[in-house]
């Protein structure tokens, strides 16, 4: 069976021989699929069990703009992407701008002087809930790139970047969460197989970035 789209993405993991329990397409479609994709997003740290790392490649990058409010606020869901996953930078609209800083909310608070400021640039930034913070509390353009969720896969014949590239990837974890509810004793060998590909296409995918050539350690400090 070519695994082409959702539809057949389902099938075959439904074809795959259970030695416990039974699984029907609907349980696949609503409660097992829905896991293994919050799994890719998210990772899984499930104690005791192989750590499954999220997925972070190039396909999940997006790149766009937007003005903070004022006040220096952002509304994720709206003004970024209702995908959004995490940002990977964000820079100020104007030559020669460099990329703002992250601090953790506690300290973002801490920044008396930046907040209370509203001349641009901005150069910290946070994020609590939906919302983004930034500081100065300028109302200039920012220019942002960001991970983001792939499209939903709505109907039989939808399909994304990993069931076009890696279908592995979901095919694994659909099979390890139906040993787990089927009670099916491989669930440990499967989720390792998920957490696998899963890994494999990030460290492909950041060898790729750098051209295929290799990291190498340089000491700062010569004694």
């Given at each position: 069976m070519a695994l082409?789209?959702?539809?057949?993405?389902?099938?075959a993991a439904l074809?795959?021989?259970?030695?416990?329990?039974?699984?029907?397409?609907?349980?696949?479609?609503?409660?097992?699929?829905p896991i293994v994709q919050s799994q890719v997003y998210w990772g899984d740290k499930t104690a005791g069990m192989?750590?499954?790392?999220?997925?972070?490649?190039r396909s999940m990058v997006s790149t766009g703009t937007f003005t903070p409010a004022t006040g220096g606020t952002v509304t994720i869901s709206s003004d970024v992407s209702s995908s959004w996953l995490e940002f990977i930078e964000l820079v100020p609209v104007y030559n020669y701008a460099r990329s703002m800083s992250y601090?953790?909310?506690?300290?973002?608070?801490?920044?008396?002087?930046?907040?209370?400021?509203?001349?641009?640039?901005?150069w910290i930034y946070t994020v609590e809930g939906?919302?983004?913070?930034?500081?100065?509390?300028?109302v200039?353009?920012?220019?942002a790139a960001w991970y983001a969720k792939f499209a939903a896969l709505s109907s039989d014949a939808s399909t994304d970047y990993i069931i076009t590239n890696a279908p592995q990837v979901y095919l694994y974890g659909m099979i390890a969460q139906?040993?787990?509810y089927t009670q099916d004793d491989r669930y440990a060998q499967f989720r390792a197989l998920f957490a696998g590909a899963i890994k494999a296409l990030n460290d492909t995918d950041q060898q790729q970035r750098a051209s295929g050539s290799q990291s190498v350690a340089r000491p700062r400090v010569v004694i």
């Open positions: 082409t789209n959702y539809g057949t993405l389902r099938a074809d795959w021989s259970w030695t416990t329990g039974s699984l029907t397409d609907t349980t696949m479609a609503n409660d097992i699929f192989q750590e499954i790392e999220p997925l972070r490649i601090v953790e909310p506690w300290s973002f608070r801490k920044q008396v002087d930046a907040l209370s400021s509203t001349v641009a640039p901005q939906d919302t983004l913070y930034v500081a100065p509390a300028a200039q353009t920012i220019r139906g040993c787990l």
